[in-house]
């Protein structure tokens, strides 16, 4: 399809009539651009499998995908980690609406914290994209689009489950014309269980509760069908409790305001402008907590070139960090400039990307990318790529008093791939194997002379592995498979690389009958290991979780979720409680 004709489609969506047009299966993370083949292996959660899914947290909604790990510190509200092709958790880039969010202390996301009720949309991108997004997007990225409004509607739901959890919502979205408006907001609570079996910091074998009350917003305008101006933010405030000798709860605000424009030039040439602010606290107490403020500021120029397209851009983004810890230097900024350029040339599709960023830590620093795809056929199509990506240092790794070392680079990766995609009538499916070498990864070392231990850039890593998917459907039926197998290892030492398992598959079989919708899932990891030296061993396990709908009417549905409904007893983090069973059952109406 004419990428011009897409870009108009995503351009005016906010003011289409869904029922009536049918749009094709548009990205836009993979590239910065509307892409309907994405040359990159992507995987797209719309509102409608967020539905499906019954999900109460985002993990709900990522277990299972190609690519993904992940590992859990004891339930709702408690701290997890992602792991994607075998990277580090810190190797995900992570957009809200297009604006960076994350931690500037830890270097990652606190995902437990972001209220499902509240996603329209996740985009999922394997594989390096620092030549487009800077740091942090070795392993790749994930982007959260917020609730959009697109016709008149009104919506709210009430549910309870295990361990005294009970979750309200409610919102409207609409849209005219030319202008758009949704407003939702969530509160969720749980009493919790225990989070931690033993060796938490302190023994208190106590239900650890969780309270998180968010709302998203977002509002915009088209003037006379050539630019648009899009107003969104998300904020989530609450508390998470835990195992500590010193204060057992802290309260955490994760808040993202941002603002986009587009303006079409003329024929060949579109702007973009992208301003927001992102913010991360976390306060255990007035003399224990850490406070990220994120600035970005971007500038998007797209050009048209008869089956060509260029892209330039540049991008500013300031960290400023406050915490009861001193730190040496409590504001970066770093400054990108990135172009990238797409061409049809003899049948073959092919990207090709560059991005320099200049930090004021560490100077100047250069990623690239290049992507070829070729049609096998009506149905099939051939992927490849390299890439290179870095991840710049926290402010923890540079700065926290007798453990950060200012003389820290950034890690450096480059990675190989090869896939195909095939889409017929009633299934698409992928492959995809890659290949991807890390260096000067951070580490924790140690000075023999101080007694002392610090940061190093001092670790080599090599992955390989493969990931891939089916898709089916057929009348009433569905049937879901991905599956993932990696070989994450130190390069030194050989051994695996902690909390990352081998091999991962994850089976949906779903059944639309009237008014009833019912679905089984089945998710299983192979074993991992907890420490770097592989000797303490956590292991495999499996677990199936059911949920079921019935619809009272077109605006009436009763939805119930039963997760590891055999009650497995099983660990991700060593010593760390999950679920033994949970149920929720919720009633919504829109």
Sequence with gaps: MNQRFVYVLLFLYP?????ETILPEVTVTATRSAQTSPLASVSIITRDDIVKSQAVSIFDILHGIPGLDIVNHGGLGQPTSIFMRGTESDHILVLIDGIKVGSATTGSMAFEHLPVSQIERIEI??????SLYGSEAIGGVIQIFTRHGKKPQAESSIGIGSDNTYRVTTGFSGATENSWLSLYADHLKTDGFNACKYSCFAFEPDDDGYENTSFSTKFGHNFADTANVEVHA???KGYTQ???????QAD????VIGIKADYIANDWWLLNLNIGESQDKYEQSAQNYFNTTRTVYGLQNKFFFAEQELIIGYEEQTDDVGSHVYYAIDSLTNKGLFAEYQADLFGIDLLVGLREDDNEQFGKHTTKNISLGYALGSTT?????????????SFNELYFPNYGNSKLVPEESESYEVGLIGKQQNYNWSINAYKTLIDKLIATNFDSVTNSYFADNINKVKIVGMDGAINWHQGNWEFNTKVSWLKPEDDTTGNLLPRRAEKSINVELAEKRGPMRLSINVLAHSYRYDNANNTNR????????LAG?????????LRMRLENMLGKDYETAYSYNTPNQFWFLSLHYW
């Excluded at 991108?125 to 620092?130: I, M």
């Excluded at 019935?550 to 009436?556: E, M, R, T, V």
């Design 15 to 19: 003011t289409l009539n869904i029922a």
């Design 381 to 393: 199509r051939l992927i490849a790529s390299y890439g290179t990506a870095f991840k710049a240092p």
């Design 549 to 557: 709908e019935y619809n009272f009417n077109k605006n009436l549905a």
């Design 252 to 255: 955490f605000t994760q808040q």
């Design 234 to 236: 998300l904020r989530t």
């Design 538 to 545: 956590l292991a495999g396990y499996g677990i199936v979780n």
């Design 242 to 248: 835990f195992d500590s000798s010193f204060n057992n």
């Design 125 to 130: 991108v394997r594989g390096p994209r620092s």
